[in-house]
């Protein structure tokens, strides 16, 4: 436990150290490159290259911040985990493959991090050990996979141009979509969503590390250092229609989902869909706002998700839940907050960001299809955050009747701190960073639409969560609680494969290897009964011709 301490104070104060450095750089405008020349052939240069400037030091110093608290909390989460130390150096291990993936520009040092954060997700996903995890750990690595090969496709066509820095990336459509299928593999954009909600079969801290500040942003993180390139390419337009409806997607089915965990996860896959939605607009530096910002108030969310779990004995469905305010206070004040800061309630953190997000694409002018999805998204972000408020407050508790249950003082204390940044974390860091980026001038009907569709969702929310939300779930909850049925299409994309896999297996094991074998054996003893004949009938007719010749002459 004491090492585990020395783990907590190292991020924290490498986390402080970091923003400070972060904010150096900003205000004197400028970054390091640090570049090591691994080896160089014929024109071809493999370098190790570190970029420092202000926007990954100040992702960095948010990534240190929250694993520092998340740790903390795993002190008591997990204390009577057996094998404590080896989950430790796991989380340790994923923080650094972020780390690593952070700070490269160059696309052999990104792939080393992004490996290491699909294979380190793989093992704590499956940390509990039960079919369950064992099934989603798989989803997630196959994934994860995919996105890997786009990234090794772009390192052997970009071996073509003499180097793999990002620099060197040139306006091609290809490089530009396999970087693209790299990217939305990872942040889980459709059709590669099915993975996000099943691998809430990991342990909770897990959870608030993976779908807060590291997994399913690096795929966000790493389209906004390529967002010149994507711009230039074209695909933008490709980007922005799988966005747009992942957050549709995401939305529809949290608004039917029981699951507490696959509530928050959808509600991740929903932000992600909106930071890859601004950044198909070639605003980069909005998307990377909302990404910190969103960052730690999910993080607070899951946290809070914990220990409620643990408070109601490991049961997860919301419809068992009830009056939990009067139980644990301070963790139902601080998932009060974090949701309202998801909601995007005014003058809390969220709504600096998402307003800002909104009031662009009231400006862009967007198409007015695409714009009603992304309104219905948002108005479905409050349904199923009032419909969670409702089951965890409003109604009694179903599970069982006799509780004795207190809130424990270090899990607590490393939630006060994101509680506080789940509020003020949006103004400070508008006021510190982004605060000349954009100016948007709008009329009042414009402005005041995002509050008033709001409060239109709470009175929808009202008939999702009444006998209108039954019928719903009853009637059509297998379709939109499924993934609009994206894991049935895996197993429609599986079941040809394996099949053609067998009929591979089958040519090769009896038609290439028996058949083949067989056969060559046959014309081998038929060319040997061949050429033993026409020796024999050789020599026979030689010595006949000799004969012959002997009695002429």
């Known amino acids: 436990m004491i090492k585990i301490y020395m783990y907590f104070l190292f991020l924290i104060i490498v986390s402080m150290m970091v923003f400070m450095g972060s904010l150096i750089l900003f205000y004197l405008d400028m970054g390091l490159m640090l570049e090591w020349l691994v ?20 992702f960095i110093s948010f990534v240190f911040m929250i694993s520092s608290f998340i740790i903390l909390y795993m002190v008591i989460y997990m204390m009577e985990e057996k094998f404590m130390s080896r ?73 073509m141009m003499g180097s793999w820095s990002i620099w060197s990336l040139v306006n091609s459509k290809l490089l530009v979509f396999m970087l693209l299928l790299a990217a939305i ?6 059709p590669f969503s099915s993975w996000l909600p099943m691998a809430m079969a990991a342990p909770t801290p897990v959870s608030a590390l993976v779908h807060s500040s590291t997994l399913v942003t690096a795929g966000v993180y790493l389209m906004i250092r390529f967002n010149r390139v994507l711009m230039e390419s074209g695909i933008c337009s490709l980007l922005l229609f799988l966005s747009v409806f992942t957050m549709f997607m995401a939305g529809v089915m949290a608004s039917v989902e029981n699951d507490l965990k696959k509530i928050i996860a959808l509600s991740t896959l929903s932000q992600l869909g909106l930071m890859m939605m601004i950044l198909s607009f070639g605003l980069g530096m909005v998307s990377y706002y909302h ?54 309630f005014p003058f809390i953190s969220g709504f600096y960001s998402k307003d800002l997000i909104m009031e662009l694409v009231y400006d862009l002018k967007v198409n007015i299809f695409l714009l009603i999805f992304i309104l219905i998204s948002l108005m479905l972000t409050v349904i199923y955050s009032f419909r969670l408020y409702y089951y965890m407050f409003f109604s009694e508790v179903k599970f069982y009747s006799y509780n004795n249950l207190s809130e424990n003082f270090i899990m607590n204390s490393s939630m006060m701190v994101l509680v506080n940044f789940s509020i003020c974390i949006g103004s400070l860091l508008n006021w510190m960073f982004f605060y000349d980026y954009y100016l948007v001038y709008l009329s009042l009907g414009l402005k005041l639409l995002v509050i008033l569709l709001c409060m239109l ?26 993934m609009w049925f994206m894991n049935i299409m895996y197993l429609w994309i599986y079941n040809p494969i394996n099949k053609i896999s067998g009929m591979i297996f089958v040519s090769d094991k009896v038609w290439l290897e028996l058949v083949s074998k067989n056969m060559i054996l046959f014309l081998i003893k038929h060319f040997k009964i ?16 000799y004969l012959f010749m002997v009695i002429i002459y």
């Open 185 to 190: 593999t990872k942040s889980a954009q459709m």
């Open 291 to 344: 990404l910190l910002v969103h960052a730690v108030f999910k993080s607070m969310l899951f946290m809070c998700a914990g220990i409620i779990i643990h408070s109601m004995m490991n049961n997860q469905d919301i419809r068992l839940f009830g009056n939990l305010n009067e139980i644990i206070p301070f963790t139902m004040m601080s998932f009060y907050i974090s949701n309202l800061a998801l909601c995007g």
């Open 87 to 159: 989950f430790t150096y796991l989380v340790m291990m994923f923080i650094f493959s972020m780390v690593l993936m952070i700070l490269s520009p160059n696309v052999i040092s990104i792939l080393l991090g992004w490996d290491g954060l699909g294979l380190v997700s793989y093992c704590l996903v499956i940390y509990y050990q039960n079919w369950m995890s064992y099934n989603s750990g798989m989803v997630t690595v196959l994934c994860n996979r995919m996105g890997d090969v786009g990234i090794l496709m772009l390192i052997s066509l970009m071996s």
């Open 457 to 482: 969702s709470i009175m929808l929310s009202l008939v999702v969560i009444g006998s209108g939300g039954v019928l719903l779930s009853y009637y059509g909850g297998e379709f939109l609680g499924s």
């Open 39 to 58: 080896f160089s052939m014929n024109s071809l240069k493999m370098e190790m290259v570190i970029i420092l400037d202000w926007i990954s030091l100040l």
């Open 530 to 545: 061949m050429f033993y004949y026409n020796t024999y009938m050789f020599m026979f007719i030689f010595i006949c011709l």
